[in-house]
């Protein structure tokens, strides 16, 4: 079953300005301070605890640094995206990283992934010496046109993600395996989200509306429950095995890692392939027809 991602790349994304960004407990941050006591001996030394505890404060306010500059990052090329304008890395250092520029590759990597796992957007370096990017649009799905915010957002990723989750848990979700992955992209029931707007309406009215999802009521279900399917027009405009690119790619591995997925990705691929060519043999005989149509009409003698 398709599991929370291993990695934190779409909550930073979302959580917005203002969001806290400092490690948990939890953290290598936070362990470093035990582990540097216990191996330096800090424990019997109070000056060495001191020692260590600073060290790991400054890491973890570092990191927390580099996360919030990652996350106005994403900010600062949606806003050069809906304006179409062109983006440098001068203006990103100049702007956005200014002190954090020895952190450049690391940050950009990090917005770029964000960028690329919720709307859908690849960054590309279009002229290496001048260090000039562009985003593209990379999910070929007409939904780009049609669902976007005011300001041109694409919500691709957003409709991927929740085709994953249906796919993954055996082309048919629960409301609650819906939310499950909503929540750890920042999306919550209920709360207005800052591009999203208010999710629920997005994912059980809207995208229901466009034919991209279906949404119903589970069969004998008492009290009633929900479950998403694909719709009509995610069946057209893209395939399982995009979905499960799309899925490997937010757990950084290939689609082979899934293999029964895999595998029904595949099956899938060969029945699209064989509709097509039954739909290119129906065209051909319909022209065929037609033809022999005409070239009969145009011998017959003409009636004086």
């Avoid at 950009?108 to 000039?132: C, T, W």
């Avoid at 848990?169 to 992209?185: C, F, H, P, S």
């Avoid at 293999?259 to 039954?278: F, G, I, K, S, V």
């Amino acid at each position: 079953t398709m599991g929370v991602p291993k990695s934190p790349i779409l909550p930073l994304a979302l959580r917005g300005p203002g969001a806290e960004s400092s490690p948990p407990p939890s953290s290598p941050h936070f362990n470093a301070i035990s582990q540097n006591s216990l191996t330096s001996g800090s424990y019997c030394n109070p000056q060495g605890l001191q020692r260590a505890t600073a060290v790991s404060y400054t890491e973890s306010i570092y990191r927390s640094g580099l996360d919030e500059k990652v996350v106005i990052l994403v900010y600062y090329l949606l806003y050069k995206y809906q304006m179409k304008e062109s983006i440098t890395k001068g203006d990103m250092v100049r702007n956005i990283i200014q002190t954090y520029r020895n952190h450049f590759l690391e940050i950009l990597k990090r917005a770029s992934e964000h960028l690329e796992m919720v709307f859908g957007l690849d960054l590309k370096e279009v002229d290496p010496y001048r260090r000039i990017y562009v985003l593209v649009n990379k999910l070929d799905l007409s939904y780009n046109a049609k669902l976007s915010d005011d300001r041109g957002v694409p919500k691709t990723g957003l409709l991927m993600a929740v085709l994953g989750v249906i796919f993954t848990k055996g082309n048919r979700a629960t409301e609650e395996q819906v939310w499950q992955i909503l929540n750890v992209m920042g999306l919550y029931k209920g709360r207005k989200h800052f591009i999203f707007g208010e999710p629920r309406k997005l994912i059980t009215k809207d995208l229901v509306q466009e034919n991209y999802l279906e949404y119903r009521q589970v069969p004998d279900s008492d009290p009633p429950r929900y479950e998403f399917l694909w719709g009509p027009r995610a069946h057209a405009e893209t395939s399982k095995m995009k979905v499960l690119e799309f899925v490997a790619k937010i757990h950084d591995t290939v689609p082979t890692a899934f293999p029964t997925w895999y595998e029904e990705a595949l099956r899938d691929e060969e029945e699209r392939a064989q509709a097509r060519a039954a739909a290119r043999a129906r065209t051909a005989a319909i022209a065929s027809a037609r033809s022999k149509a005409m070239a009969s009409c145009s011998s017959r003698p003409s009636k004086v």
